[in-house]
């Protein structure tokens, strides 16, 4: 083998608008090129979280700042069922034999950051060498192709394929389209690997990237099965319903109905500025809400030979989605504009919100399943 250049073929560039983020949009890229459907193994549980205490939002994770990319393994598996995360490891402290295990009924995605930029790029040369796809996080400040480039810091996920140490450049993708990325090509060497070495600077604080790559394995005897597939949805009913709490937050409709009232109290009691830098953040955190309804509804469709009568429990979430985004774009109007009537608005989508999707998780309680194949 020649070991000064190795590019990996048939690697597909995947991308949905309803993906979570680029993360997930990279991981559904693995999926397909180890033959698995996106649509399954990205399928997270369905839920809503809230924070009474600092308004924050999310689904089986706050969406909130964070400092570091070293996340705990209970952190890291609250939302996907064909998936298991060991916690975030420093790569030159891995113990070698915990790398090998992998479980058989999921895929194991290995996070890792690594201080040393020379043996953080020697893993993703050794990685391409044995035909290994990798995830890598870069800092899109320094991603030329990228409107960020010079402009904005923000940690990013992108497709490493290959390598030419003679000429010197890495072969990328990046086809998450959410923010507006769309590249295919060759990045130097020493570009890229300051892209991961970036302090990623955000103003208030810093974020460093730390050279973070992602290692995704499977068993050979792995496979999304019909057990898995329903517990996605009795897990789903379980936290919608409010009978268990995620990281120590108030899950589901109970949570949401605590959000709606919490939302009215602020509007009449918030001093106005800090109303408007939070609008600015639900603009986006219910973006977030609506793609991963749409998530649900394509998971439901994925398995549709395995449940009787989804076509309404699709549209509630189909009609939910819409709602979210509709209710995204009140909020940018709020904080754009400060008039505080539009405040109903949005609590009025809200409350439509939950009229929705209380219907769907009944209809989901009374849901048929049809035997194995």
């Given at each position: 083998?020649?070991?000064?250049?190795?590019?990996?073929?048939?690697?597909?560039?995947?991308?949905?608008?309803?993906?979570?983020?680029?993360?997930?949009?990279?991981?559904?890229?693995?999926?397909?090129?180890?033959?698995?459907?996106?649509?399954?193994?990205?399928?997270?549980?369905?839920?809503?979280?809230?924070?009474?205490?600092?308004?924050?939002?999310?689904?089986?994770?706050?969406?909130?700042?964070?400092?570091?990319?070293?996340?705990?393994?209970?952190?890291?598996?609250?939302?996907?069922?064909?998936?298991?995360?060991?916690?975030?490891?420093?790569?030159?402290?891995?113990?070698?034999?915990?790398?090998?295990?992998?479980?058989?009924?999921?895929?194991?995605?290995?996070?890792?950051?690594?201080?040393?930029?020379?043996?953080?790029h020697e893993r993703l040369i050794e990685l391409i060498n044995l035909g290994i796809p990798v995830i890598t996080v870069v800092d899109m400040y320094h991603m030329s192709y990228h409107s960020a480039y010079h402009n904005a810091h923000g940690a990013h996920a992108v497709v490493v394929t290959g390598y030419n140490l003679e000429e010197g450049y890495v072969e990328i993708?990046?086809?998450?389209?959410?923010?507006?990325?769309?590249?295919?090509?060759?990045?130097?060497?020493?570009?890229?690997?300051?892209?991961?070495n970036s302090d990623n600077d955000q103003g208030s604080y810093k974020k460093p990237i730390r050279n973070m790559w992602m290692e995704v394995s499977k068993n050979e005897c792995f496979t999304p099965d019909y057990a898995s597939c329903k517990n996605i949805i009795v897990e789903s009913l379980s936290r919608m319903k409010g009978e268990k709490d995620i990281l120590g937050f108030k899950c589901g409709l109970p949570a949401l109905e605590s959000f709606i009232k919490d939302l009215v109290y602020k509007r009449d009691t918030m001093p106005d500025d800090d109303l408007f830098y939070l609008l600015r953040y639900y603009n986006t955190a219910f973006k977030i809400v609506s793609r991963s309804r749409t998530r649900f509804m394509v998971f439901l469709k994925e398995i549709s030979a395995?449940?009787?009568?989804?076509?309404?429990?699709?549209?509630?979430?189909?009609?939910?989605?819409?709602?979210?985004?509709?209710?995204?774009?009140?909020?940018?109007?709020?904080?754009?504009?400060?008039?505080?009537?539009?405040?109903?608005?949005?609590?009025?989508?809200?409350?439509?919100?939950?009229?929705?999707?209380?219907?769907?998780?009944?209809k989901l309680l009374k849901l048929s399943f049809k035997r194995e194949a």
């Open positions: 083998m020649n070991t000064l250049s190795r590019s990996i073929d048939g690697v597909p560039r995947y991308f949905a608008p309803y993906v979570n983020d680029c993360f997930q949009n990279a991981y559904g890229a693995i999926a397909a090129h180890f033959g698995l459907k996106p649509e399954l193994i990205l399928a997270d549980y369905l839920s809503f979280m809230y924070d009474q205490d600092t308004g924050y939002i999310g689904l089986n994770y706050l969406h909130k700042p964070s400092r570091s990319f070293e996340f705990s393994e209970e952190q890291l598996n609250t939302s996907l069922e064909y998936v298991y995360f060991p916690a975030v490891t420093h790569y030159s402290r891995r113990d070698r034999n915990e790398v090998q295990k992998l479980p058989d009924n999921k895929i194991k995605i290995s996070l890792y950051i690594e201080d040393n930029p020379q043996i953080a993708f990046d086809k998450y389209g959410l923010s507006k990325s769309d590249f295919d090509g060759r990045m130097s060497i020493e570009e890229f690997i300051c892209s991961r395995m449940v009787d009568d989804i076509e309404e429990i699709c549209d509630c979430f189909n009609n939910s989605s819409a709602k979210w985004e509709i209710a995204s774009n009140l909020a940018l109007r709020l904080a754009l504009t400060k008039n505080k009537n539009v405040m109903s608005n949005i609590c009025r989508q809200l409350e439509l919100i939950k009229e929705t999707e209380s219907r769907a998780v009944e």
